[in-house]
C-alpha cells in the first residue's frame, strides 16, 4: 500500500484546488455563473441539515470516518457521507486523505457552543417555516406590501408569539447575528461620554451590557416590553452591571422613558413602514435631552453601486415580513428631519452595520 502524503501536502493541495474552484466560477461564462447563484438554496439546506444534526460537535474531538458520523447523529451512513461530500466542496468540513471528515473554521462556527457560532441562523435559514414565508416572495414584489398577514391571517410579529417553537428559533437565530455585531460596535463607538445610555427594545440588554462594561461610569436603563420574562434582570446581573442598570417596561409606540443623554435604537426602525418609524422617533424625540444624541444601529446602504452588501439581502426580508426597510445615508436624512432629528454622521464597524448618530432641532 503506498505511503499516505502527509497531512500539510494535502491541505497545500487541497487549498490549491479551492482556489482553482473560486477562479473557475469567476471565469464561468454568465449562464453557469446564475446557475450557481439559483442553486445556493440547496447549500442552505445542506448547512441547516448539518446544524440540526449537530455534526460540527461530533467532530469537535477529532475526525471521524461517515459511518462513525451517522451513527452518532442516527441517520443513513449513504446520506451524510455524501452531505458532508458536499459541504466539504464549499470548505464546509474537510475530506482528509484517509477518508475521514475533520472540522474547518466554517465548520467550527457551526457548533452551539463556538464562541461566534452560526448554528442558530444556520437552523433559521433552513426552517420550514422560512421557506414558507419566503415562497411568497413574488406575492410582496408585486403587490409592494408584506405578504406574511396574507398567508399567516395575522402580522408577522403576532405570528411569533402564536408560533412558540418557531418563535424561539427566530429569535435564537436573529440573537446569534445581533451578537457578532456588538464587539464590532463598541470598538466603533465611544460611548464614555456619556451619564446615562438608553437601550430602547434592547431585549434582554446584550449591547447595553457591553455599553456599561466598556464605560464604567455610564448608567444604563433597559426598555422593552418582554423585559419582565425575557431574563434580562439575570443576564444584567451575570454581566456585573445590574448595579448601574434599570429595567423599564416600556413598548415600541408607548411613550419613550426620559433621562437619557443617548437613546440607542438597534435594529428597530428598519422593521417597520415610514409612518410608524416615524412615530417610535418622534416618541424619541420627545423624550430626548436638547443637548442628547440619538444612536440608530443599523445597517445602512450605500447610495450607488453594485457591491453586494448583506443589507440588500435583509432589506428584501423586511419588506416580505412587515413592510420594513434598510436605508441608504439620503434616506435616513429625509427620515430623521421629518422626526426632528439632525444627522450628525454615520459611522461604519467591522459588522454590516453602521451607527448613526444623530441629534435633536
Not at 82 to 108: H, I, K, N, W
Not at 302 to 326: C, T, Y
Request: proline letters at 7%; aromatic letters at 6%.
Amino acid at each position: 500500500m503506498p505511503a499516505l502524503p502527509p497531512p500539510s501536502v494535502v491541505r497545500a493541495v487541497d487549498s490549491a484546488r479551492a482556489d482553482l474552484q473560486r477562479a473557475s466560477r469567476d471565469l464561468a461564462p454568465a449562464p453557469f455563473a446564475l446557475l450557481e447563484l439559483v442553486m445556493g438554496s440547496m447549500v442552505t439546506q445542506a448547512l441547516y441539515v448539518a446544524a440540526e444534526l449537530r455534526i460540527a460537535e461530533v467532530l469537535a474531538q477529532g475526525p471521524l470516518p461517515p459511518a462513525a458520523i451517522a451513527q452518532r447523529v442516527e441517520a443513513s451512513q449513504d446520506a451524510v457521507a455524501r452531505l458532508l461530500r458536499l459541504l466539504a466542496s464549499y470548505q464546509v468540513f474537510e475530506q482528509r486523505a484517509d477518508g475521514t471528515y475533520a472540522l474547518t473554521p466554517m465548520a467550527d462556527a457551526l457548533r452551539a457552543d463556538h464562541p461566534v457560532s452560526m448554528r442558530d441562523i444556520a437552523v433559521l435559514m433552513g426552517h420550514p417555516i422560512h421557506w414558507e414565508d419566503w415562497s411568497q416572495l413574488l406575492e410582496a414584489v408585486v403587490t409592494g406590501e408584506p405578504s406574511l398577514p396574507k398567508l399567516r391571517g395575522m402580522g408577522a410579529f403576532e405570528y411569533l408569539e402564536h408560533n412558540a417553537e418557531y418563535g424561539q428559533v427566530f429569535i435564537k437565530g436573529m440573537g446569534a447575528i445581533s451578537d457578532t455585531e456588538t464587539g464590532p460596535v463598541l470598538s466603533a463607538y465611544d460611548f464614555a461620554g456619556f451619564g446615562t445610555v438608553v437601550d430602547f427594545c434592547g431585549g434582554r440588554g446584550g449591547l447595553l451590557a457591553g455599553i456599561l462594561q466598556q464605560a464604567p461610569q455610564v448608567r444604563g436603563i433597559l426598555s422593552d416590553p418582554r423585559v419582565a420574562g425575557n431574563g434580562a434582570a439575570q443576564f444584567l446581573a451575570e454581566q456585573g452591571v445590574d448595579g448601574r442598570c434599570t429595567t423599564v417596561d416600556g413598548g415600541l409606540f408607548d411613550p419613550v422613558v426620559t433621562g437619557g443623554d443617548a437613546y440607542v435604537l438597534k435594529h428597530i426602525v428598519h422593521d417597520w413602514p415610514e409612518e410608524q418609524a416615524l412615530q417610535i422617533l418622534r416618541n424619541v424625540r420627545a423624550a430626548i435631552k436638547p443637548d442628547g444624541k440619538l444612536l440608530l444601529i443599523e445597517m445602512v446602504l450605500p447610495e450607488q453601486g453594485n457591491a453586494p452588501h448583506s443589507g440588500k439581502l435583509v432589506d428584501m426580508w423586511l419588506m416580505l415580513l412587515v413592510g420594513g426597510k434598510e436605508r441608504t445615508p439620503s434616506q435616513y436624512t429625509d427620515l430623521l428631519a421629518r422626526a426632528g432629528f439632525k444627522l450628525e454622521r454615520i459611522v461604519e464597524t467591522a459588522a454590516a452595520v453602521s451607527i448613526v448618530e444623530a441629534i435633536p432641532v
